[in-house]
């Protein structure tokens, strides 16, 4: 799995750098599947604030053996937030 063209794991931080109240920040997540069977991609954050929506355009895609799955996560920054800078884990499951 890829992040911002970056490797990337389960359970690392996506760092989102500074957002403001309103915005929507996009990255970009590609994964692929190296293994012999067909793959049902689901992603799961965890500790996102109330308000928050964290969405990957690719969720609940079906990813063939020898295949990439490039797709887009979304945040979007409800307008009562406060601007900052923020982390969170995100986990791709598979099955």
């Known amino acids: 799995m890829y992040v911002e063209g970056q490797p990337w794991t389960n359970g690392t931080e996506v760092g989102w750098g500074t957002v403001n109240p309103g915005e929507i920040k996009q990255k970009t997540m ?49 307008t009562s937030a406060a601007a900052g800078s923020f982390f969170w884990t995100v986990d791709i499951t598979a099955s």
Do not use: C
């Open 30 to 78: 590609d994964i692929y599947n190296s293994g012999g069977q067909a793959l049902q991609v689901n992603m799961l954050v965890l500790g996102l604030p109330s308000g928050w929506d964290l969405a990957y355009n690719r969720n609940n895609t079906t990813l063939n053996p020898g295949q990439w799955l490039n797709g887009t996560m979304a945040l979007t920054v409800p």
